[in-house]
Nanobody, 120 residues
């Protein structure tokens, strides 16, 4: 059973950097058949893909967030992280980490999500 758990501060001030960690159990982030993704959902809006990191450590980002997002990993801890710089109130959202299948490009496992508010 694969489980993902987000962790990090729930409140960040505008202009600061948002940093979240996803801890994975029951599966390795180095497994070749999957991508490890960050997704967010602002209040009242749909899901927005932020980016993902592959089993080999290559990261890819949504064009709208590429300039501010950074995804990295720590294979010894089976964790991957999201850093989003220069946050604004528009970055307020529920943030999820999820496993994405290479075949079919769908998310088969999700974390429960963590609310992040960007506010003064």
């Amino acid at each position: 059973q694969v489980q993902l758990q987000e962790s990090g501060p729930g409140l960040v001030k505008p202009s600061q950097t948002l940093s979240l960690t996803c801890t994975v159990s029951g599966g390795s982030i180095t497994t070749a058949s999957y991508y490890w993704s960050w997704v967010r959902q602002p209040p009242g809006k749909g899901l927005e893909c932020i980016g993902y990191i592959t089993n080999s450590g290559s990261a890819f980002y949504s064009p709208s967030l590429k300039s501010r997002a950074s995804i990295s990993r720590d294979t010894s801890k089976n964790q991957f992280t999201l850093q989003l710089s220069s946050v604004t109130p528009e970055d307020t959202a529920m943030y999820y980490c999820a496993r994405e299948t290479v075949s079919g490009s769908y998310f088969d496992y999700w974390g429960q999500g963590t609310q992040v508010t960007a506010s003064s």
